[in-house]
């Protein structure tokens, strides 16, 4: 069937794993929303900074 052959593309890794660990760091910490919107927004940048 070739399910086992696909591959997810690196940025799409990359946002999805952002996202996760983003949700799940809030929802321990329970920060006011700005907090999390800036957390988000460093966590994209460095994602950015790591893609090949």
Known sequence: MG???FELP???RAVAQV???ATIGCR???PP???IV???G???G???LFCP
Request: without cysteine; positive net charge.
């Open 38 to 40: 800036e957390v988000i």
């Open 3 to 5: 399910l086992t052959q």
């Open 42 to 44: 460093l966590s994209f």
């Open 46 to 48: 460095s994602t950015i």
């Open 10 to 12: 690196t940025a799409a």
């Open 19 to 21: 996202v996760i660990g």
């Open 33 to 35: 929303p700005r907090k």
């Open 28 to 30: 321990l910490a329970m």
